[in-house]
């Protein structure tokens, strides 16, 4: 028999945090592209040596997390929904909700770590062991059977759930499959991505693109012709005809399409039974998601850019949508979408959640998925990326598993660390270097209340 030493038995005893005397002492940042999108890792560090992994979403700026440093520096990581109330009028719809959000994940990562405890233990404890991921896949070639194939292999390697793309993406090419105000098909089909600008002129041309691709789906004009329907008709049964009739596909990005022309789309595609629709429309058209909803019999689907419970609220008292679909790096975070996911419960309502980053955001998800009921299913855009499991050290490799991410039972997110080689492999154009110093955020001030 080994005697056991008090040496060896003090290393089983986590004396490292004293979670009382926790403080917040700095925020850091890495900016990596390509993990599939752009987005932006933070670590929340610590007095005690224990750091906090975040996300800021992708499409996000950095600055919406570190605007947030000198409100949260000195303070207890583990007080997270104090911290959060704090916070969250800094955050708003779709990417501006990054910051707040990133925060937030990382204060429950370090909370975790502080007492020892994976975080879906903290939000109740689990459901469910495993987290059913579906497969979202980008097709550049407009083509149905061609689509099929790849959401074919998708299945081939375990995916149970698959999404894809329908609508004018698929057709703008095509003469007589769309119509609309002169003109506007041809800047539409422009797409609009970042990229640097040297000069004012470009910088206004750039800013008018994004113009263009911000009018909402009212006022475009843009529809689908009888030519187009039909093609995006057969495109779907040519999708079918490859992977049966068995598995859930979701459909996104119809385009900036009106209502009526999401409907006549929803009743062609009715047949092929698809898992839901998403993003029809803007979420924030309550009245026209309740008419969306009566007008077909596919599920209808919202959510991904909504920060914050409160509105999601009145679509599911509407009736509007049969799934939900936040973004935890938008809506708010872990608690927050946890507590999303109870209200769409309490309606009859699915959730599902988006997720198009790096392992950080699909932990911070896998979490709030195995300890919410209606959970259906979690998104992975980043099949094809083949560095995305070097990301972090510490995890499953792979994360996803036959189409599941199976959640450690490791203190916080359970990951150990980010591998900076691999991080520092794919920077942002611009960016030198990660994790560098963020001391000019520390003085910033503002008198911040929000009433009188
Ligand atoms: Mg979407």
Same mark, same amino acid.
């Given at each position: 028999?080994? !005697?056991?030493?008090?040496?060896?038995?003090?290393?089983?005893v986590?004396t490292?945090?004293?979670?009382?005397d926790?403080?917040i002492?700095?925020?850091?940042? +890495?900016?990596?592209?390509?993990? &599939?999108?752009?987005?932006?890792?933070?670590?929340?560090?610590?007095?005690?040596?224990?750091?906090?992994?975040?996300?800021?979403?992708?499409?996000?700026?950095?600055?919406?997390?570190?605007?947030?440093?000198? #409100? =949260?520096?000195g303070?207890?990581?583990?007080?997270?929904?104090?911290?959060?109330?704090?916070?969250k009028?800094?955050?708003?719809?779709?990417?501006?909700?990054?910051?707040v959000? +990133?925060?937030?994940i990382?204060?429950w990562?370090?909370?975790?770590?502080?007492?020892?405890?994976?975080?879906?233990?903290?939000l109740?404890?689990?459901?469910?062991?495993?987290?059913?991921?579906?497969?979202?896949?980008?097709?550049?070639?407009?083509?149905?059977?061609?689509?099929g194939?790849?959401?074919?292999?998708?299945?081939?390697?375990?995916?149970?759930?698959?999404?894809?793309?329908?609508g004018?993406?698929?057709?703008?090419?095509?003469?007589?499959? /769309?119509?609309?105000?002169?003109?506007?098909?041809?800047?539409?089909?422009?797409?609009?991505?970042w990229?640097?600008?040297?000069t004012?002129?470009? #910088?206004?041309?750039?800013?008018?693109?994004?113009?263009?691709?911000?009018?909402?789906?009212p006022?475009?004009?843009?529809?689908?012709?009888?030519?187009?329907l039909?093609? =995006?008709e057969?495109?779907m049964?040519?999708?079918? /005809?490859?992977?049966?009739?068995?598995?859930?596909?979701?459909?996104?990005?119809?385009g900036?399409?009106?209502?009526?022309?999401?409907?006549r789309?929803?009743?062609?595609i009715?047949?092929y039974? &698809?898992?839901?629709?998403?993003?029809?429309?803007?979420?924030?058209y309550?009245?026209?998601?309740?008419?969306l909803?009566?007008?077909?019999?596919?599920?209808?689907?919202?959510?991904?850019d909504i920060?914050?419970?409160?509105?999601?609220? &009145?679509?599911?008292?509407?009736?509007?949508?049969?799934?939900?679909?936040?973004?935890? =790096?938008?809506?708010?975070?872990?608690?927050?979408t946890? @507590?999303?996911?109870?209200?769409?419960?309490?309606?009859?309502?699915?959730?599902?959640?988006?997720?198009?980053?790096s392992?950080?955001?699909? !932990?911070? +998800? +896998?979490?709030?998925a195995?300890?919410?009921?209606?959970?259906?299913?979690?998104?992975?855009?980043?099949?094809?990326? &083949?560095?995305?499991?070097?990301?972090c050290?510490?995890?499953?490799?792979?994360l996803v #598993?036959?189409?599941?991410?199976?959640v450690p039972d490791?203190?916080g997110?359970?990951?150990?660390?980010?591998?900076?080689?691999?991080?520092?492999?794919?920077?942002q154009?611009?960016? @030198?270097?990660?994790?560098?110093?963020?001391?000019?955020?520390?003085?910033e001030?503002?008198w911040?209340?929000?009433?009188?």
């Open positions: 028999m080994t !005697m056991t030493t008090p040496e060896a038995a003090l290393d089983r986590n490292h945090s004293r979670p009382s926790l403080r002492t700095d925020i850091r940042c +890495a900016e990596v592209i390509g993990a &599939p999108f752009r987005s932006c890792l933070i670590k929340i560090m610590t007095n005690q040596g224990i750091v906090g992994l975040g996300e800021v979403r992708d499409g996000a700026s950095k600055s919406f997390a570190l605007m947030l440093k000198c #409100r =949260l520096l303070e207890n990581p583990c007080d997270v929904d104090r911290l959060f109330r704090r916070i009028q800094f955050g708003g719809h779709g990417r501006q909700g990054g910051g959000s +990133a925060v937030e990382a204060l990562d370090i909370a975790g770590k502080a007492y020892g405890v994976p975080i879906y233990q903290m109740g404890g689990k459901f469910r062991d495993r987290v059913r991921m579906y497969s979202d896949t980008d097709a550049s070639v407009p083509s149905g059977t061609e689509t194939k790849r959401l074919k292999q998708r299945m081939d390697l375990g995916y149970t759930f698959l999404k894809m793309d329908l004018l993406g698929q057709i703008m090419h095509v003469p007589g499959a /769309a119509n609309g105000p002169t003109g506007v098909l041809d800047l539409y089909r422009t797409g609009y991505e990229r640097e600008t040297k004012l002129e470009e #910088r206004r041309l750039q800013n008018a693109l994004y113009d263009v691709h911000n009018v909402r789906h006022f475009t004009g843009l529809h689908f012709t009888e030519k187009g039909d093609l =995006l057969q495109y049964s040519e999708v079918r /005809a490859v992977v049966g009739p068995e598995i859930p596909i979701a459909i996104d990005h119809l900036h399409i009106s209502l009526n022309d999401g409907i789309l929803a009743r062609r009715e047949k039974d &698809p898992a839901w629709l998403e993003d029809v429309i803007p979420w924030q309550t009245d026209q998601y309740e008419r909803a009566k007008s077909t019999t596919v599920p209808i689907c919202t959510g991904e920060y914050l419970k409160e509105d999601f609220l &009145p679509l599911l008292a509407c009736g509007g949508v049969s799934v939900i679909h936040p973004d935890l =790096l938008t809506s708010g975070g872990i608690l927050e946890k @507590k999303i996911g109870d209200a769409a419960y309490d309606h009859g309502v699915a959730m599902a959640i988006h997720m198009a980053e392992p950080v955001a699909a !932990m911070a +998800a +896998a979490h709030v195995v300890a919410t009921e209606n959970f259906l299913a979690l998104e992975q855009h980043a099949v094809d990326v &083949p560095w995305w499991d070097d990301i050290t510490g995890l499953p490799k792979p #598993r036959d189409g599941h991410i199976t490791k203190p997110l359970g990951i150990d660390d980010i591998d900076d080689d691999v991080i520092r492999e794919h920077l154009p611009g960016v @030198k270097d990660i994790w560098e110093s963020t001391d000019q955020w520390d003085g001030w503002s911040d209340r929000t009433w009188s």
